[in-house]
Nanobody
Framework: VQLQASGGGLVQPGGSLRLSCVASGLTVRTATMSWFRQAPGKEREFVAAIFRGGSSIHYVDSVRGRFAVSKDNAQNTVNLQMNSLKPEDTAAYYC???????????????????WGQGTLVTVSS
């Protein structure tokens, strides 16, 4: 399984970015796909998840209403649309996947078996 994340960059506060994560060796439609982030000097934190089948979507409180996670089953991709970006959103963003994770473990990075490389998001004027 390989996950390839892209879409990071430098954006001004209030701007938008769209991250994408293309999967190979795993079917996005039947997997739970999530995004985590890690800011310099901080622990990795859960950002958003879309449960297998797309039946349930979860966000960390700090991004709810600004970020939107979605699956593109035709492209075998999970996307993270990030709007109204703030400096505190600056971090390396990672996509993660699991075929078997349970709902109660969604926010635990140890529960995911597959990770993409990080894509750096910098929000600064």
């Amino acid at each position: 399984v390989q996950l390839q994340a892209s879409g990071g960059g430098l954006v001004q506060p209030g701007g938008s970015l769209r991250l994408s994560c293309v999967a190979s060796g795993l079917t996005v439609r039947t997997a739970t796909m999530s995004w985590f982030r890690q800011a310099p000097g901080k622990e990795r934190e859960f950002v958003a998840a879309i449960f297998r089948g797309g039946s349930s979507i979860h966000y960390v409180d700090s991004v709810r209403g600004r970020f939107a996670v979605s699956k593109d089953n035709a492209q075998n991709t999970v996307n993270l649309q990030m709007n109204s970006l703030k400096p505190e959103d600056t971090a390396a963003y990672y996509c993660a996947a699991s075929r078997s994770i349970i709902m109660s473990s969604l926010k635990r990075d140890q529960a995911y078996g597959y990770w993409g490389q990080g894509t750096l998001v910098t929000v600064s004027s």
